[in-house]
């Protein structure tokens, strides 16, 4: 993704009724959100997508030395879905994202067509790990994001990333292999 | 119908991986995991980011993008994916009207022109339980897209709406009617493919249209021409979905009637029951879940035909279902009807019938004995002569809110037996599929007698025409059922002896009942009562049931007005209830805390009790009583100013009665009134308009429309809509509150006195002086009668009353009625108070009105005095000014006269009130001269 230094004052434009800065913002990250949401709300993602850029212009806050817009933008993203996964829990069971998956949450899964197999194991066995941890991993792997960028992101240090990161990869083998992913695939089912 | 795209949507974004960091890691692994994991990107579908990126820029106020286009429609909103592809609502431009738009992707354009052909035959079906497909076209843009475009049918598909719970009756009713839809398709030679829930829409008012004819097939046809691998173990080979596919279909057959039959008695059975009959977790296990039988009966008040039309319809043997829709539908729709008759087509290969009726009966005849009398003696209980009995008690009452209630209260009561008599039977069957006796079960009986024992006497209260007027609210307040049936039901007795047990469940049957009669009014000596009940269970060392004589206590001191003692009393009941670590009672007294709080104004305590008990909030918690404690809690929050906090709780609480009371319950209307308390109190006028509205309509389909608890509603809107600028509609709601005050207390109520006073102030707001004394005169003779002259409630009406006689040229009369106002008021609150605004600007107005300078001075003096005078109402400040500067300039303070003037003209000009500034500007010019 090209870094673009202007957004956080396309941000502050739009704050104070610059249309067209909106607009601008929209397209550049409104694909950057559905992806993150897509794969842990299904259906719900178009509205958390909204609510992240309602979050970002209802917010008075001078902007405190952020690694990048798009790490900014994603921290009021994770904020927005453990919000919405605790309203969801209707039985007011504590929802604590690092122990609960989305599978846990949603017990049917979103009806995404995966072209292939492949891509619908990684699906699954994603849904299966920790919220936290899922999260890690998209956006080291998707969006390229690493280092402190993706530490603001997460809002963690960046040793505590590295940490969600390895322990995310050893969960995914794991579910893989319990889901049964093909004996030649590259990760295989072996322990690490 | 081949078109091309509008524009082009938009570009993807950025790259997928590029290698970023990976030394980071120092996994040795990382690149194989980075390459596997690359795979599971989702697909970037640009139709749905573009549709998005519209929907956002129209929303959020930023620069607006061309619509996306598909054929001539204008896609504005994502409102669904199913299995086959995602739809859309869309606009289309040329007749102008909204048109929902699914897509089927990897469509190539050399599908075969029969497919089309067929696509096009779905067009052409019509019928009200069908919906109407307007076109299907081709995008030939890459990747090209089918799409379909058919009516647009706001609201839920059966899927959802299921989760609803609705009754046993409307399920059926929806079925049938999406049957028609079937049976009017194949009669034109269609076919479904794939019929289940999710393809079954329900709009608001009811009506069923069923969706996706044929598609499934296309689809189906589709993949093949693809080689696409399936997505899923759910889909049968031929399109369809396991678990409602018919097993002819799974072994390689085609999609025929009766294969189409199956999947209708499938979902129907499901709607009905709430589970699969056959499961779907793999074919296999559904091919010997068929040969088996349906996995759970239906509910024993579902009646037996019901159960063997549909039996009968899933069939292993597509020969042996019935001959063809139409007539299924017939049946089912009789069987339904419960009309006891013998149906030829019953009789009619009696075998099969007999075959399925053992799996109807149950998972094994020689196991389980017959549950259908277990709800007899619920049943017992309202019997046809009870249930006219009642009715005619309500009918007879003196109170007209309370015959209106009569019809209200009877469903009520049949809703709540029926729900007895399920969890009656439900108990019953537990006991026999499992052969589990022990604690549970028996508690769950206990629990459903107290139940029915408790229904028992307020039905015989009712007979006796008792309470009549709270038995309304308290119909739908009877408790609840499901909590008889938490398999974790472990009652504190259970840890007694037998001998003592016995002693303490005569004191919860004891407190039960006092507790029925404190909810019906009828409990003098209550207190008493209470008392004795807490000393026994002291002696038995019986906690919980300490909690529940104090919590009863505390109600009974609230009551008599003794708040702070009420405390005490919760406060003991929540320590005895942590004891006796009793969870529920432990947050019903948390909850009577925080509402003594609250009347005792301490709204800082309030919420810290509201944080005790949350603090016990677990997740077996009774969400009702959460919603008690939220509600409570909210109502200390709007009085500190936190209504944002508020309404977030109060949300979750209208969100949770409704799911679980339903719409159209007191306590649901109850949380929408507070909505609208928070909204007003957070000055949002018009939103707090719409939730009272919304609050009045479920306050009437609980309670009626004359209820006493209306007038609370009819107030609070009549204040809005005063505050709002429409003084006639306040008059109107007001007059609607007073209507209800009059037929509940009485014509000559204390009570009515404030109500008419606001009637005063609406009609003198809008022009009507005599209309306005009327309402006046008549609230001060209430007030003055109840309470003597010198009240303070009776300043308002003084007012009201002043300013009609001016506006009819009666100066004495208005002088006299302002002054004695004024007396009151200094006598009260020693003249210091908002509340003198009123009468002084009055005064000073009739004095000036009468020529009398220093007498208008005096009282403009004093005016300028009060606190918050120009704050609390600028218009009225402006015309206080105005008068006192013409007082000033005929008594000789010119100077003094000028800048009165001035401050005049900027108070008028702030409220926009261009006449008066003209008028005021044109006075100090020709003063200058």
Redesign the interface.
């Known amino acids: 993704m090209i870094e673009r230094e202007d957004d956080f004052v396309l941000l502050t434009s739009w704050r104070e009724g610059d249309r067209s800065a909106g607009g601008r913002l929209i397209k550049r990250y409104s694909g950057l959100l559905l992806r993150f949401f897509r794969t842990k709300v299904g259906e719900d993602a178009d509205d958390l997508v909204q609510q992240t850029f309602v979050a970002c212009t209802e917010r008075k806050d001078a902007i405190q030395n952020p690694a990048s817009f798009r790490a900014y933008l994603l921290a009021i993203a994770r904020g927005l879905l453990v919000e919405h996964f605790r309203r969801k829990s209707r039985h007011h069971k504590r929802f604590d994202a690092l122990e609960t998956s989305v599978a846990d949450l949603e017990p049917t899964p979103s009806q995404h067509l995966a072209k292939n197999e492949e891509r619908r194991l990684m699906g699954e066995a994603l849904r299966r790990i920790p919220l936290e941890l899922q999260v890690a991993l998209e956006l080291y792997y998707w969006e390229g994001m690493a280092g402190p960028e993706l530490a603001a992101a997460l809002d963690l240090p960046e040793g505590t990333v590295r940490t969600r990161l390895r322990r995310g990869r050893q969960l995914v083998r794991e579910r893989l292999a319990e889901l049964g992913a093909p004996a030649d695939e590259p990760l295989g089912g072996s322990s690490h | 119908m081949s078109l091309h795209t509008g524009t082009k949507p938009?570009v993807?974004?950025?790259?997928?991986?590029?290698g970023?960091?990976s030394g980071?890691?120092g996994?040795s692994?990382?690149s194989?995991?980075?390459?596997?994991?690359?795979?599971?990107?989702?697909?970037?579908s640009s139709l749905?980011?573009a549709v998005?990126?519209g929907?956002?820029?129209e929303?959020?106020?930023?620069?607006?993008?061309v619509p996306v286009r598909l054929g001539r429609f204008e896609l504005r909103d994502?409102i669904?994916?199913?299995?086959m592809?995602a739809v859309y609502l869309a606009h289309d431009p040329a007749l102008d009207r909204g048109v929902a738009i699914k897509l089927l992707?990897g469509w190539t354009s050399s599908a075969p022109q029969a497919l089309i052909a067929e696509a096009q035959a779905l067009a052409r079906l019509s019928h009200e339980n069908i919906v109407e497909v307007y076109g299907i076209g081709v995008d030939d843009d890459e990747p090209a897209t089918l799409f379909v475009a058919m009516e647009y049918v706001p609201g839920l598909d059966l899927e959802r709406w299921l989760q609803t719970a609705p009754t046993w009756r409307e399920v059926a009713r929806a079925f049938v009617d999406a049957g028609r839809g079937l049976a009017s398709a194949h009669a034109s030679g269609v076919l479904h493919g794939d019929f289940k829930p999710a393809n079954v829409l329900r709009r608001e008012n009811g009506r069923i249209k069923v969706i996706d004819f044929g598609l499934a097939k296309i689809v189906e046809q589709l993949r093949v021409s693809q080689s696409?691998?399936h997505?899923?173990p759910r889909d049968g080979p031929t399109g369809g979905t396991l678990g409602y596919c018919a097993p002819e279909k799974l072994e390689g057959g085609r999609d025929t009637h009766a294969s189409d039959q199956f999947s209708f008695c499938v979902a129907a059975y499901r709607g009905l029951c709430g589970r699969l009959p056959f499961g779907a977790a793999s074919r296999s296990a559904f091919a010997a879940a068929l040969a088996r039988g349906p996995s759970h009966p239906l509910p024993r008040h579902i009646p037996r035909d019901v159960a063997q039309v549909l039996a009968r319809g899933m069939h292993r043997d597509p020969s042996a279902r019935w001959p063809d829709m139409a007539t299924l539908v017939r049946e089912l729709e009789s069987a339904v009807g419960r009309r006891p008759r013998w149906s030829p087509w019953l009789g009619v290969g009696i075998g099969l019938v007999l075959a399925t009726a053992v799996w109807v009966a149950g998972t094994d005849p020689q196991q389980s004995p017959d549950c259908s009398a277990a709800d007899s003696s619920t049943r017992d209980l309202w019997h046809p002569e009870r249930r006219r009995a009642v009715q005619s008690s309500f009918e007879a009452a003196p109170q007209r809110f309370v015959v209106e209630a009569a019809p209200i209260v009877v469903s009520t009561i049949d809703a709540y037996v029926e729900r007895l008599a399920a969890a009656r039977i439900e108990i019953c069957e537990t006991r026999s599929v499992t052969g589990r006796t022990g604690t549970a079960t028996e508690a769950s009986s206990v629990c459903l007698e107290s139940r029915e024992d408790g229904l028992d006497r307020f039905l015989s209260r009712i007979e006796r025409a008792e309470g009549l007027a709270a038995s309304i609210a308290a119909s739908h307040a009877l408790e609840r059922v499901a909590p008889c049936l938490r398999p974790d039901l472990d009652t504190a007795r259970t840890r007694f002896a037998d001998e003592r047990r016995h002693r303490v469940d005569q004191v919860d049957a004891s407190l039960q009942a006092l507790g029925e009669s404190y909810a019906a009014g009828t409990s003098e000596g209550g207190a008493k009562r209470a008392k004795q009940l807490l000393v026994a269970s002291t002696e038995l060392g019986y906690e919980p049931g300490r909690a529940r004589a104090l919590n009863l206590l505390g109600a009974f001191s609230s009551v008599d007005g003794r708040i702070p003692e009420a405390h005490g009393f919760f406060e003991s009941a929540y320590f005895a209830a942590q004891s006796g670590r009793d969870d529920e009672l432990a947050l019903k007294a948390v909850r009577n805390l925080v509402s003594n709080a609250s009347r005792r104004g301490d709204y800082l305590g309030a919420l810290y009790w509201a944080r005790q008990g949350r603090a016990r909030?677990?997740?077996e918690?009774d969400?009702i009583e959460?919603a008690k404690l939220e509600y409570a809690e909210s109502i200390a929050l709007i009085s500190l100013g936190r209504t944002d906090d508020a309404l977030d709780r109060l949300r979750r609480v209208l969100e949770t009665r409704s799911w679980l009371l339903g719409t159209d319950h007191p306590q649901t209307a109850d949380a929408q009134f507070e909505i609208g308390n928070a909204q007003l109190a957070a000055g949002d006028l018009e939103a707090a308009l719409a939730s009272y509205d919304a609050s009045r309509s479920k306050h009437e389909r609980s309670l009626g429309a004359h209820h006493p608890s209306l007038a609370f509603v009819h107030h609070n809107v009549g204040n809005v809509q005063f505050h709002l600028g429409s003084p006639d509609a306040a008059r109107k709601s007001w007059e609607r509150a007073l209507e209800i005050e009059e037929g509940t207390l009485g014509a000559d109520d204390a009570r009515l006195g404030g109500t008419l006073a606001n009637l005063a102030t609406a009609a003198n707001e809008a022009d009507d002086p005599e209309r306005a004394l009327v309402y006046a005169e008549r609230s001060q003779a209430i007030l003055e009668a109840a309470y003597g002259s010198q009240h303070p409630d009776l300043i308002q009406t003084l007012t009201e009353s002043g300013k009609a006689h001016l506006a009819l040229g009666r100066t004495q009369a208005g002088k006299a009625a302002f002054e004695a106002a004024i007396e009151i008021g200094r006598g009260a609150f020693d003249g210091q108070h908002e509340a003198m605004l009123g009468p002084l600007a009055g005064a000073a107005r009739a004095a000036w009105m009468m020529g009398d300078a220093d007498a208008t001075l005096r009282h403009s003096r004093q005016l300028l005095e009060l606190e918050g005078f120009s704050s609390g109402d600028p218009g009225a400040a402006a015309d206080a000014l105005w008068v006192m500067a013409r007082a000033q300039l005929a008594a000789g303070q010119t100077r003094e006269a000028q800048r009165t003037a001035k401050r005049a003209v900027t108070s008028y000009s702030a409220v926009g009130d261009d006449d008066s500034v003209t008028a005021v500007t044109t006075w100090l010019e020709a003063l200058d001269d």
Request: hydrophobic share 30%; with cysteine; charged share 20%.
């Open positions: 938009g993807c974004y950025g790259p997928l991986v590029t970023a960091g980071q890691t996994d692994r990382d194989e995991f980075r390459a596997a994991f690359g795979a599971g990107a989702p697909t970037r749905r980011l998005l990126e929907r956002l820029s929303r959020l106020g930023a620069e607006p993008t994502r669904g994916a199913g299995g592809g992707h696409d691998t997505s899923g909030i677990g997740s918690s969400p959460v």
